[in-house]
């Protein structure tokens, strides 16, 4: 296990790889029992704050949505001390207001993954955590709040499918998502999202727009070009507002996220394996104990 500790957390999506302006920075490398992150960790300072930088997709953009290896993340991220997770997202928009460039901070989400891990808690004990609001209500304040003072076309609040991909829409799945009455799409949020509230740690998403997927009558399909042209202003943005947000994020925790296992393990601890126990440390060892 590292020795370097980090209370603030980045996962970088696409085009955004690495944080400047770290000071005392130190690569780390995590086993967890999950397997390996995406990659090496960045553990550094911003001001006074120990923030862990990790590439979402890894270096070279490595992982496609489906295989991301959240779990070993989300748990080595923990197992750093992290309490609070920014995540940077790269995302379509589903409505007309919510235009390219723009920033949303989502409040809420629509699973539409299929092949992927979501618990950390798969097998010979049970664990139903309250997901009724998954994105962290105090931390998504202080990034739209932030993002209003350096004068960022930011929309607070925000409905976000997250699509398995890594194809992109068929033209009736995205008026279908509009139908309900979603705002964004988007690949990598869950099982993020899930697997933070799991492990007790805060979590808020930069959604940046890039595209208006494909809904629109007689526009051109998305294509990854049109992203990437987004993306390189949106990253540039997204590292302005990270130094902003970041010192920002200390302090004492009093949201829902701090406790969210206190009543949500269903299995008696006395039924719970010696070796599950070891294995889950980070994530409940305090309930397990």
């Known amino acids: 296990m590292a020795n370097r500790e980090a209370t603030v957390a980045i996962i970088g999506g696409s085009g955004l790889y690495e944080l ?3 000071g005392d920075v130190e690569f780390v490398e995590v086993d967890t029992p999950f397997g390996k992150p995406s990659d090496a960790i960045a553990v550094g300072y911003l001001e006074e704050t120990s923030v862990a930088f990790l590439p979402r997709h890894g270096q070279g953009h490595r992982f496609n949505p489906t295989h991301i290896p959240s779990q070993a993340n989300i748990y080595a991220l923990k197992s750093l001390g992290v309490q609070r997770i920014i995540s940077v997202s790269a995302v379509g928009s589903l409505k007309e207001e919510f235009a390219p460039l723009h920033l949303v901070v989502p409040n809420q989400i629509i699973d539409r993954t299929r092949q992927r891990y979501n618990t ?10 309250a997901f009724a609001d998954p994105f962290c209500a105090p931390t998504s ?4 709040q932030s993002a209003q003072e350096l004068g960022i076309t930011v929309h607070p609040g925000g409905t976000m499918v997250v699509m398995e991909g890594p194809a992109f829409s068929t033209r009736a799945e995205s008026f279908m998502y509009r139908s309900w009455g979603a705002d964004l799409i988007g690949m990598t949020a869950l099982p993020e999202a899930k697997l933070a509230r799991e492990a007790e740690i805060c979590y808020a998403t930069m959604a940046w727009v890039t595209d208006y997927d494909c809904w629109r009558q007689g526009a051109e399909p ?11 202003t949106n990253v540039a943005a997204s590292k302005d507002l990270l130094r902003l947000v970041i010192p920002r994020l200390n302090g004492q925790r009093d ?5 969210a ?12 394996s010696e070796e599950l126990k070891r294995k889950l440390e980070p994530i ?3 309930y397990l104990s």
Do not use: S, Y
Not at 222 to 232: F, K, R, S
Not at 261 to 271: S, Y
């Open 20 to 22: 400047e302006g770290l």
């Open 120 to 129: 950390f808690f798969e097998q010979d004990m049970v664990v139903h955590i």
């Open 141 to 144: 304040q202080i990034v739209h």
């Open 222 to 232: 998305v294509t990854v070009e049109m992203i990437v042209q987004n993306l390189l």
């Open 255 to 259: 949201c829902l996220c701090a406790t």
């Open 261 to 272: 296992l206190k009543d949500a393990i269903i299995t008696p601890k006395d039924r719970v």
């Open 284 to 286: 409940a060892g305090r």
